[in-house]
């Protein structure tokens, strides 16, 4: 079992998309206690995460903020290794 989540999987047998989408999942709750949401939909070989916000993250005027101060520094402290994190439509 994994310490983080309690899977049965270990972090180190998981894909780098896995433990992106694992971040992610921690950072939801966030956004939907705004009224958002963000989903995962792709992480490309450089280690470049798409996401994709909703709800009412989507069009927000702070979105671009919430983007680079939130989402990606904290994908980047739990993963040193993304490089860059952007929204698409």
Do not use: Y
């Not at 966030?30 to 450089?46: K, M, N, T």
């Not at 993250?57 to 989402?71: D, E, L």
């Amino acid at each position: 079992m994994c310490d983080s989540c309690g899977c049965s999987q270990s972090q180190s047998e998981q894909t780098f998309e896995q433990k992106v989408a694992e971040v992610i999942e921690m950072i939801r709750p966030a956004l939907q206690g705004h009224g958002g949401d963000i989903e995962l939909v792709s992480v490309d070989e450089q280690n470049n995460v798409s996401v994709r916000l909703q709800g009412a993250c989507q069009g927000c005027p702070g979105a671009k903020m919430t983007m680079k101060s939130g989402v990606e520094r904290i994908l980047k402290e739990k993963l040193p290794e993304v490089n860059e994190v952007s929204a698409v439509d």
